[in-house]
């Protein structure tokens, strides 16, 4: 079995995160938007490492892009609507959705 510092070379290599080396299940949402996360999408660190709880679009540069909940649902909801999800829909369930995420919660924002 590998050490730590083993697994972090291998992850820098291959460039996956220790939970893909690690055979984690991926079943990671982004704790700021919920959106599902992939590989190809996590964010990452200023050294690099890759962050799996946030997406590149709401972390980036070891910085979060959205400074409320206000910000992110109206950034969202223009982009996510469409006319079988009108944008009041899209508010209202990303209203339900982001105070139960880890970001929000952190920052007491509901």
């Known amino acids: 079995m590998p050490n730590i510092e083993t697994l ?16 984690a299940p991926r079943q990671w949402i982004c704790q700021c938007c919920g959106m599902p996360l992939e590989e190809s999408i996590l964010s990452q660190e200023p050294d690099g490492t890759p962050n799996v709880a946030y997406c590149q679009w709401c972390y980036t540069g070891g910085k979060f892009v959205y400074e409320t909940q206000e910000a992110l649902i109206d950034f969202l909801s223009h982009h996510l609507a469409h006319p079988q999800w009108p944008p009041e ?20 924002e509901e």
Not at 89 to 108: E, N, S
């Open 8 to 23: 972090k070379r291998l992850s820098d290599l291959f460039d996956v995160s220790l939970h893909a080396l690690l055979g």
């Open 89 to 108: 829909q899209v508010r209202a369930h990303l209203a339900q959705l982001l105070p139960q995420l880890d970001h929000w919660r952190d920052r007491g």
